[in-house]
């Protein structure tokens, strides 16, 4: 069973405007949301994330918003821009013990078209 | 800081040979963890080391072994590869002493075993 989804496996958009990627996921007990970037040939990198106790947070460019009675978060990126071409990855924190794990949904390819 | 480093980058198997997958890192970090990367799959675990000395399955540990050799090092085996553990591997590690802590990615190993 998928716990985190990503239901759009890509997303194409023009340079400057919003790219608005989305994040399902169905175990409650998620605690903490991230967002990874992975481009080809390279291992994925860390972009954003957000606690489970609030509903946006905000790096430069980059938003990430949660609803958690709709289990949903979304990646916000304006303006977009080329290099941000790239396979984004949510993934959501569970504990296991005094371990943490993480669970990725199974990302969506986005294109910043020039 | 080279961060974490996998090696080796590429390998081609044959069906019932074995290999080990290296992976090091220069953070001083406390987890680690190996995942796998196959297409429309996302990345899933394989196994995971929340310290020296421990070692617990993730979510696909069938056909692999693995060992944490020290802090720095965590190696992933596969004693008789299959056609089926063809995939992109990753390594990450963390350092677990804070609730924001992230997981850091090395570069991938692509293993492909005919």
């Known amino acids: 069973d998928q716990q985190v989804k990503q239901n759009s496996p890509s997303l194409s958009v023009q340079e400057g405007r919003i790219s608005i990627l989305n994040c399902d996921y169905t175990?409650?007990?998620?605690?903490?949301f991230l967002w990874y970037k992975k481009y080809p040939a390279e291992g994925p990198t860390f972009l954003i994330s957000i606690s489970s106790i609030k509903d946006k947070n905000e790096d430069g460019r980059f938003t990430v918003f949660l609803n958690k009675s709709a289990k949903h978060l979304s990646l916000h990126i304006v303006p977009s821009q080329p290099g941000d071409s790239a396979v984004y990855f949510c993934a959501a924190r569970g504990w296991g013990g005094s371990n943490y794990k993480l669970t990725f949904g199974k990302g969506t390819l986005l294109t910043v078209n020039p | 800081n080279a961060g974490v480093t996998q090696t080796p980058k590429f390998q081609v198997l044959k069906t019932g040979q074995s290999m080990t997958l290296q992976c090091a890192q220069d953070?001083?970090?406390?987890?680690m963890y190996w995942y796998r990367q196959d297409p429309g799959m996302g990345l899933r675990l394989i196994y995971y080391s929340a310290s020296e000395g421990t070692t617990d399955k993730g979510e696909v540990p069938n056909g692999y072994n693995v060992s944490r050799l020290n802090k720095r090092e965590f190696s992933l085996r596969l004693e008789s590869a299959a056609p089926s553990q063809t995939s992109v591997y990753f390594c990450?590690?963390?350092?677990?002493?804070?609730?924001?802590?992230?997981?850091?990615f090395g570069p991938g190993t692509r293993l492909t075993v005919l």
């Open positions: 953070m001083n970090h406390n987890s």
């Open positions: 175990n409650s007990m998620f605690d903490y």
């Open positions: 990450a590690s963390c350092l677990l002493a804070e609730i924001t802590d992230t997981q850091y």
